[in-house]
């Protein structure tokens, strides 16, 4: 039985090995695609496809005079570039064309980033021919739903670990540990991604990444803490069974000596006929030695 118990012990261990794990690199991509994390790194991305293929560039240096013509009476200025459109505060158009097509880069990551798609994520990223689905607020939420459900399934293995291990104080320890070693990858996952990944693909793949160390620096405090704790426990059950071990070593002599003590009369309880006639019995006993030694 402990054999069997120890075996699915270490087969649930690696399972809860890999969820944490998992886990990790799905907390990951939806902290790295929250909105503020994930603007300043699109805005260069943009920038190409704002002026390869919108021609936005090329629009507002050619349509500038008109911008400033037209703000003369109002507020803002909208106009539309392909699919996308352009509002653009006259305060903004006052400052020069090279500040027009900043905040109308900045603008187009905001309506990227919160575009609504019809579909699921992973037929999204199939049918659109841009991958800034896999940037989108979309992302985000697709894996911060995945991490969810991972997090359920981790909860059920620690419940399931805990209740194989024999040793309790042992629990926490291996927990801690666990959490430790999956966290470790995301030290420096964007170096190892450099290594293993081509040129091309790195421009992108940066972003989902962007708080990998975030996730390492929470999941190792906290797997540090949960080690501490089951080492504290360990040397608390420790001191617990030696001062259990001394007690009953201490309560062994106790029964001891009182046993030694049980034969001898004890003076407080005697009267003083019974007193007098044992100091009589003692001195006649002397005496009888004495005679007998002559």
Do not use: H
Request: hydrophobic share 45%.
């Amino acid at each position: 039985m402990g054999f069997i118990r120890s075996i699915l012990l270490i087969g649930v261990s690696i399972l809860l090995f890999l969820s944490l794990f998992i886990g990790n690199i799905f907390l990951t991509l939806s902290w790295s695609l929250e909105y503020e994390t994930v603007k300043p790194q699109m805005i260069s991305l943009v920038e190409d496809l704002a002026n390869n293929e919108l021609g936005l560039f090329e629009s507002v240096n050619k349509n500038f005079y008109l911008m400033t013509t037209y703000c003369q009476n109002n507020s803002e200025y909208v106009f539309a570039q392909e699919d996308y459109t352009f509002v653009i505060p006259c305060e903004k158009i006052s400052l020069g064309p090279e500040e027009v097509i900043k905040y109308g880069v900045t603008n187009l990551v905001t309506q990227i980033y919160y575009q609504e798609y019809d579909c699921n994520f992973w037929d999204c990223v199939k049918l659109t021919d841009k991958p800034f689905v896999l940037v989108s607020e979309k992302a985000k939420d697709y894996w911060k739903s995945k991490f969810y459900f991972v997090l359920m399934i981790t909860i059920g293995l620690i419940i399931l670990s805990f209740l194989l291990t024999e040793q309790k104080s042992n629990f926490t320890i291996i927990l801690g540990g666990l959490i430790i070693f999956s966290s470790l990858p995301f030290m420096k996952i964007n170096s190892l991604l450099t290594l293993i990944s081509p040129e091309s693909i790195m421009n992108f793949l940066p972003i989902f990444f962007i708080r990998s160390y975030n996730v390492f620096l929470i999941m190792f405090i906290i797997g540090l803490g949960i080690l501490i704790l089951g080492i504290g426990l360990k040397f608390v059950s420790i001191g617990l069974n030696l001062t259990n071990f001394f007690s009953k070593i201490q309560e062994t002599d106790s029964t001891s000596l009182k046993k030694g003590d049980s034969d001898i009369p004890k003076v407080e309880n005697m009267t003083k006929e019974e007193i007098t006639k044992i100091i009589k019995e003692e001195v006649n006993n002397t005496k009888t030695k004495k005679k007998s030694k002559k």
